[in-house]
């Protein structure tokens, strides 16, 4: 069975430009959950879909959004970037049941 | 307080020793633990997950549970150079419908050969 993917695997941008990340999940799984890992923050959440619902959120400003789609694949979009945003971020994928989750290769922005 | 404390290291072990990994959390509802490896410049690799009280065994990794001390640990045994890595600990509460994953920051291990 394949694994999460992510697309791109590498972005630079700079401040106030948008960036649009995409988590393909694990075949047959319907939860798609986001993180970023930082050097000073660790792994930290940011929301999670289910069945194209945004069911859980963490605590970030509104500036990070995402959505699901009906194959369950997501994205995630960041607005007006800040060099603060500059991160790995990872998504995991599970069936939704408060179960293991698995994750993709990340996403390695950089914000200049 | 953190939600999830681990310490940051660096443990050093020697090869074929046994490497001790400590976590413990706060809320008393977590009823879902997990390790994970990271690699540096890799993403979370599962390791082991347990979600009863006492010990659970894979091959060389073994997951202890102690939900009245709220604690959790991992043992390696023979420890190998390929397990130096940074080891994660994440809780949940392991309701349906609630996927959000607490980590600790981490526990970077080192085998020395």
């Known amino acids: 069975k394949a694994g999460v993917t992510q697309t791109p695997r590498y972005l630079i941008k700079t401040r106030g430009q948008q960036v649009t990340l995409s988590c393909s999940p694990i075949?047959?799984?319907?939860?798609v959950s986001w993180y970023q890992q930082t050097p000073g923050q660790g792994l930290q959440f940011l929301f999670e879909y289910f069945s194209e619902t945004q069911r859980n959120k963490g605590n970030f400003p509104g500036r990070f959004s995402g959505r699901q789609f009906s194959n369950s694949r997501s994205e995630m979009n960041v607005s007006t970037l800040e060099l603060g945003d500059s991160a790995l971020y990872l998504c995991?994928?599970?069936?939704?049941?408060?179960?293991?989750?698995?994750f993709g290769p990340g996403t390695r922005l950089l914000v200049l | 307080q953190k939600e999830v404390e681990q310490n940051s290291g660096p443990l050093s072990v020697p090869e074929g020793a046994i490497a001790s990994l400590n976590c413990t959390y706060s809320d008393r509802g977590s009823q879902s633990f997990f390790w994970y490896r990271q690699y540096s410049g890799k993403s979370p690799e599962l390791i082991m997950f347990i979600y009863s009280n006492g010990d659970k065994e894979d091959g060389r990794f073994t997951a202890q549970l102690n939900k009245a001390s709220q604690y959790v640990s991992l043992l390696i045994r023979d420890s190998q150079p390929s397990d130096s890595a940074t080891y994660l600990c994440a809780v949940n509460l392991g309701d349906f419908g609630n996927e959000k994953l607490t980590f600790g920051t981490g526990t970077r291990l080192t085998i020395i050969p």
């Open positions: 995991a994928s599970s069936t939704g049941q408060g179960g293991t989750q698995y």
């Open positions: 075949s047959g799984h319907r939860s």
